[in-house]
C-alpha cells in the first residue's frame, strides 16, 4: 500500500516522500472513515484528500470558503494534468451546467464548491454523480469559537446525514480544542479519526524590536527589505493610513510597494493581490484585510509594523511567509503607543476581558527573555522541550544590568510630578527638554529634570518598557495615560529593593539605506537567501529558467509558482538535468510537468552548458 500512495505522489505532484501525518491521513480516508486533519499552514494538507480524490472511484467534492483559494487550488491541479474544477458564482450558468454535465460522465476527479452552493446543489449531486468523498477545507470556520465563523458552514451539518456512506475529512490550520470539538460535533463525524501535526514552524525565524523611534524602525525596514533583495514579503500594519503612508515611503526609496485595505475599491485591492500572487510586487503593506485566500507559497519574509492584538493572529499572520518549507523571517515591532490604542480597542470591544487576556499574552511573548518558540508553542498547548535556536532571544540571548539607579530617575520623577504625566512626558522631563508643555507645568523646576539627559530617547523607552512588564508602574488608560507608581515600584525608588534591566539592542548605524537601485518594472523573485547559487554561472542560469518560468506562467495566465516552485528552480539550476528522464527527477515535478515543460527548461540547460 505504501508503495502505491508513493507512486501516485511522484507521479502527480513529483514528491518523493511524504510530510509528517500526510499517509495516516490518506490510508484513513481511503478507508472511508471519517478523518479531522490538524496541520499548520504549509504542512500539506491539500494531498491529503486530493491522493484520495485521485485514486477513489467518482468525484471528490470540496468545500472552500473562498473562490481565490479554489481558483489557486484548480490551477495548482490542473498544472499536475489533474481533472479539477470549481462550480461557483464566478462562473457563468453555462459554465456550470457544462461542469454539472462532465461530472455526471464521471469526467471530474476533484470538484471545489463553496458552502451555500454545495446545499443548493444536494438534490443534484445526491442523484447524479458518484461522490468519493467530502472535504471541507477551513472546517474552522464552522465554528463559532473559531477566529473565522461562516453561517453557511453550520449547514454541511445535513452531508453525514444524507451521505451515509461517503468519507467526510475535515481539514483546518485552526489548533484550539474548542474548535476541533466543534467541527467533529457540528459536521455529525462518526467515529473520527483524528489527526494532529505539530503546530511548530522551525523554517520561520522570529525577532523582536521594541520601542523604536519612528525613524529607526524605518531604517530597519530598509535594510531588511535591502536584505531580502527582490524577495516578496508583507508588512502588517494597525490602520489603513499607516499602510498607505509606508507605501509611500517604501516606493520613495525605490522600493516595489503596494497597499492593501478594506478602504480600497474592489478592483484596486484584486490588483493588488494579483500583482504580488503573480510576482509583480515585491512588498505588500497592508491591514490585517491581507492573507486569508493567498496561498503563495514563496512569501519569504513578514514584518509587523505594530503589535498584533493577539497570538492567534499574530501567528496566523507570519504562517504566511514560508510555505514551501524554505526559510522565512518574521520581525515584530511594538511600542508604547501601540499598547496604549490596542488597550483602548480591546477595552471597548465586546468581549473586553478576553480581549484584554489575549492582548497581555502577545505583550508577554513580545517582552519575551526566553526562547519565543517555547511561549508560542506553549500557547497552543505544545511543550517545546528545547530552545529553537531560531528567534532573536535564542541567538543573542539579553545581557542584564543593574539598572536601580536608572528607575530610580524615572520612578522619581513620576512620583514629583504627583503621577500626573504620560510616558512622552515623562521622558521629556527626564532628559531636561525645554518643550512649552514642561515649562508651563513647571516640570522644568522639579529635581528629577534633566536627571536621565545623557540616556537617548528611544533607550529610555525601552527602559519604560520593561519597567512596565516588571511592574514598577502602571498606566491609567482612561485617565490620559498617566503614570501610577505601584508597590514594587516604591520598594525600588525607596532602595528596598534591586531592578534588573536588559541592555537595550540598536540597529546597526553603519549600514547605510540602501540606494535606489530597485526598477519598479521587473518582477520579482527569489534568490540567494534561500539557497545561495554558487556561481556567477549558476545566477545567470537561475535567471534564465526564471524567466522561462515567467513567460510560460504569462502565456497561462497563471502565477509563476504553479508552474514551479522556487524550490524546484534552485534544484534544476544546480542539478543541470539534461534528459527529460533526468528533469523528471527533481522533486516537485511530476510526470504531466514533465512532459509539458521538460523539453523548453532542458534546451536552455544545453544551450547554457555547452556555451
Ligand atoms: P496547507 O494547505 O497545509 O497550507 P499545502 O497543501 O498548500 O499546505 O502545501 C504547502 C506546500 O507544500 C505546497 O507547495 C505543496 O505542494 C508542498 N507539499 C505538500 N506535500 C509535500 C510533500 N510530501 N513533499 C514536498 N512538498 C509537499
Ligand atoms: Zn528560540
Redesign the pocket.
Known amino acids: 500500500m505504501k508503495e502505491q500512495l508513493l507512486d501516485v505522489?511522484k507521479l502527480y505532484?513529483g514528491?518523493n516522500?511524504?510530510?509528517p501525518l500526510?499517509e495516516a491521513v490518506i490510508t484513513s480516508i481511503l478507508q472511508k472513515k471519517d478523518t479531522l486533519a490538524l496541520?499548520p499552514?504549509?504542512?500539506?494538507?491539500?494531498?491529503c484528500y486530493q491522493i484520495p480524490a485521485l485514486m477513489m472511484e467518482g468525484t471528490a467534492v470540496i468545500v472552500s470558503p473562498l473562490i481565490s483559494l479554489m481558483k489557486d487550488q484548480v490551477e495548482s491541479l490542473q498544472a499536475n494534468g489533474i481533472a479539477a474544477q470549481a462550480l461557483n458564482s464566478s462562473n457563468d450558468e453555462t459554465t456550470n451546467a457544462s461542469l454539472r454535465f462532465q461530472c455526471q460522465q464521471g469526467k471530474i476527479k476533484l470538484l471545489y464548491i463553496s458552502p451555500e452552493r454545495l446545499l443548493s446543489e444536494i438534490p443534484f449531486l445526491l442523484q447524479d454523480i458518484k461522490i468519493s468523498l467530502f472535504a471541507i477545507d477551513e472546517a474552522h470556520c464552522i465554528s463559532q469559537w473559531g477566529h473565522d465563523f461562516r453561517p453557511e458552514y453550520t449547514q454541511l451539518n445535513v452531508l453525514r446525514e444524507r451521505f451515509p456512506d461517503i468519507p467526510i475529512i475535515a481539514l483546518t490550520?485552526t489548533a484550539d480544542k474548542i474548535t476541533q470539538q466543534d467541527i467533529l460535533k457540528q459536521l455529525h463525524m462518526r467515529n473520527p479519526q483524528i489527526f494532529i501535526s505539530s503546530f511548530d514552524r522551525p523554517n520561520l525565524s522570529l525577532t523582536v524590536k521594541r520601542g523604536l523611534r519612528q525613524e529607526k524602525k524605518l531604517r530597519t525596514i530598509l535594510q531588511f527589505i535591502h536584505r531580502h533583495d527582490k524577495e516578496c514579503g508583507i508588512i502588517y500594519c494597525m490602520s489603513r493610513s499607516i499602510s498607505e503612508k509606508l507605501t509611500n515611503i517604501l516606493q520613495n526609496h525605490g522600493i516595489n510597494a503596494a497597499a492593501y485595505h478594506a478602504g480600497l475599491r474592489n478592483k484596486e485591492r484584486e490588483k493588488a493581490q494579483e500583482d504580488f500572487v503573480k510576482d509583480r510586487i515585491q512588498v505588500m503593506c497592508a491591514t490585517v484585510a491581507f492573507g486569508m485566500g493567498i496561498?503563495k507559497?514563496n512569501v519569504r519574509w513578514i514584518i509587523h509594523y505594530n503589535l498584533p492584538k493577539s497570538i492567534e493572529s499574530f501567528y496566523q499572520e507570519i504562517g504566511r511567509a514560508g510555505?514551501?518549507?524554505l526559510p522565512g523571517e518574521t520581525l515584530l515591532f511594538y511600542s508604547f503607543s501601540d499598547i496604549i490604542l490596542l488597550t483602548k480597542l480591546a477595552s471597548q470591544s465586546n468581549q473586553q476581558k478576553l480581549n484584554m487576556e489575549k492582548l497581555h499574552r502577545m505583550q508577554q511573548y513580545a517582552e519575551a527573555d526566553i526562547c519565543r518558540r517555547r511561549i508560542l508553542m506553549n500557547y497552543f498547548g505544545e511543550a517545546m522541550e528545547e530552545d529553537c535556536h531560531n528567534c532573536d532571544v535564542c541567538k543573542n540571548p539579553p545581557k542584564r544590568f543593574d539598572g536601580t539607579i536608572i528607575v530610580q530617575k524615572a520612578l522619581s520623577a513620576i512620583a514629583r510630578t504627583n503621577e500626573q504625566t504620560d510616558i512622552q512626558t515623562l521622558i521629556e522631563i527626564l532628559r531636561g527638554s525645554a518643550g512649552e508643555n514642561i515649562i508651563k507645568n513647571g516640570y522644568d523646576k522639579l529635581k528629577t529634570y534633566g536627571a536621565g539627559r545623557e540616556i537617548p530617547t528611544s533607550d529610555w523607552k525601552d527602559y519604560l518598557l520593561q519597567m512596565r512588564n516588571l511592574g514598577y508602574f502602571e498606566i491609567a488608560y482612561n485617565e490620559n495615560n498617566r503614570l501610577k507608581l505601584t508597590d514594587s515600584g516604591r520598594k525600588v525608588l525607596f532602595g528596598q529593593a534591586q531592578a534588573v534591566l536588559v541592555v537595550t539592542k540598536h540597529p546597526s548605524k553603519k549600514e547605510n539605506i540602501p540606494p535606489k537601485t530597485y526598477s519598479k518594472t521587473t518582477d520579482i523573485q527569489t534568490n540567494s537567501f534561500i539557497s545561495p547559487l554558487s556561481t556567477k554561472e549558476d545566477v545567470t542560469l537561475f535567471e534564465r529558467l526564471r524567466l522561462l518560468r515567467k513567460e510560460l506562467a504569462e502565456r497561462q495566465k497563471i502565477p509563476p509558482y504553479i508552474i514551479l516552485?522556487d524550490k524546484c528552480l534552485h534544484q534544476i539550476t544546480a542539478i543541470k538535468p539534461k534528459t527529460i528522464e533526468a528533469f523528471g527527477q527533481i522533486?516537485g515535478i511530476g510526470e504531466y510537468k514533465k512532459e509539458k515543460y521538460g523539453k523548453e527548461f532542458i534546451d536552455i540547460i544545453r544551450k547554457f552548458t555547452t556555451n
Open positions: 505522489l505532484f514528491y516522500s511524504f510530510r500526510q496541520m499552514t504549509g504542512g500539506g494538507k491539500s494531498i490550520a496561498d507559497p510555505r514551501d518549507g516552485s522533486s
